[in-house]
């Protein structure tokens, strides 16, 4: 003797729970939530294995102890308006809004850029430039 097999699929019942009974639809949303959640909880961690796999350069670059302090301050304005960014983010966001410049503001940002000598300092004046003020 065969049996009719009822309709297991999650959206008969949902149809069925929400003709049965009207209390159940927070049940409902708090499972909608819950997918969201997951959901959101997948794209974090994609976008977390993204990341990982971005590949990064370490370099080093020499600057005026004035420019430096700029960065300083841009790091704690930041802090001011709850974004906490570091010395690099700070560089990198400065280098993007450069890459957005039309060509005649690029030139004039680049020539308001003090030329200085690569390399490091001498000791000399290294101590000497940490210490004014």
């Known amino acids: 003797m065969m049996t009719k097999?009822?309709?297991l699929s999650l959206r008969s019942r949902r149809i069925?729970?929400?003709k049965s009974n009207p209390n159940n639809e927070e049940e409902l949303a708090n499972n909608n939530d819950a997918t969201l959640k997951n959901k959101t909880t997948e794209k974090t961690l994609a976008s977390k294995k993204a990341q990982d796999s971005l590949k990064?350069?370490?370099?080093?670059?020499?600057?005026?102890?004035?420019?430096h302090k700029i960065i300083a301050s841009l790091k704690n304005e930041?802090?001011?308006l709850g974004i906490e960014m570091n010395k690099s983010e700070i560089v990198r966001a400065g280098l993007h809004t450069l890459t957005n410049m039309s060509p005649?503001?690029?030139m004039k940002a680049a020539f308001t850029v003090q030329k200085i000598k690569t390399g490091r300092p001498t000791k000399q004046n290294y101590s000497k430039n940490?210490?004014?003020e």
């Open 56 to 67: 990064v350069v370490r370099d080093t670059y020499t600057m005026p102890l004035d420019d």
């Open 78 to 80: 930041c802090m001011r």
């Open 130 to 132: 940490t210490h004014e």
């Open 5 to 7: 097999r009822k309709d």
């Open 104 to 106: 005649s503001d690029l």
């Open 16 to 18: 069925n729970i929400s």
